[in-house]
């Protein structure tokens, strides 16, 4: 079965500042995708960012960037020029590719704040 | 713009109630529809999924059932509520554009309090 870990619970940034927030999974699939959602305080989930495996080049939206390395089954977010509306829960989420149920699997969260 | 509704948005019961909480999507046909839940200072756990009218899959055992009536209708239920029921219960589906058919996009929850 397959497995997200986020070993960050919690972090902090300034504003401005940059910060990376850590993923890891585990699975036998070859192809899938990854991805991050945001949760702010509404609790609304957003889509911040994803990736598909086949696709070596680091996915980026803005100030929101990846790294991701598939031998080593990791996938972390890079936020760039962190703003006060960052802050919120980050859930990294696998999917395998193909098949009919799009079933997402998530990590525990980590909580972002960021200081002015 | 949002696509995925649910409501009631807040709903507080007491033990043994009966609970329905409605999902509806827009902007989209067959789509695939699920229902999560997340705990306090959990994850996402899913419930159910439903890949069209009147077919749903159950991830885990539980007091909750759902029903998928219509296309774009995913209702989660319980007969009798458990203190244990209490959380945040998420509605989330995928659209229907090819670019973004891998992407599931979430509704905007609905607490629960078992009182």
């Known amino acids: 079965a397959q497995t997200v870990t986020q070993s960050q619970p919690e972090m902090s940034v300034q504003e401005a500042e940059t910060v990376t927030l850590s993923c890891t999974y585990d699975?036998?699939?070859?192809?899938?995708?990854l991805f991050w959602y945001k949760q702010p305080p509404s609790r609304q989930m957003i889509l911040v960012i994803r990736?598909?495996?086949?696709?070596?080049q680091n996915a980026t939206e803005n100030r929101f960037s990846v790294n991701f390395q598939k031998a080593a089954k990791s996938f972390s977010l890079k936020i760039s020029d962190s703003q006060l509306g960052d802050a919120a829960m980050y859930f990294c989420?696998?999917?395998?590719?193909?098949?009919?149920?799009?079933?997402?699997?998530f990590g525990k969260g980590t909580l972002l704040t960021v200081n002015p | 713009s949002q696509t995925i509704h649910q409501w009631p948005a807040t709903l507080v019961q007491p033990v043994g109630s009966p609970l329905s909480l409605e999902c509806t999507v827009e902007g989209t046909s067959n789509p695939n529809l699920y229902w999560y839940r997340q705990a306090a200072g959990r994850g996402l756990q899913l419930l159910f999924y439903?890949?069209?009218?009147?077919?749903i899959s159950s991830e885990v055992p539980q007091n909750l059932s759902a029903s998928r009536p219509q296309d774009r209708q995913f209702i989660l239920s319980s007969k009798k509520l458990l203190l244990s029921d209490s959380g945040f219960y998420l509605c989330?589906?995928?659209?229907?554009?090819?670019?973004?058919?891998?992407?599931?996009?979430f509704g905007e929850g609905s607490w629960l309090t078992v009182v």
């Open positions: 989330a589906g995928h659209r229907g554009s090819r670019s973004l058919r891998n992407t599931i996009y």
């Open positions: 989420a696998y999917r395998k590719l193909g098949g009919s149920n799009y079933k997402l699997t």
């Open positions: 439903s890949v069209g009218i009147g077919q």
């Open positions: 990736q598909e495996a086949y696709k070596q």
């Open positions: 699975t036998s699939e070859s192809d899938y995708y």
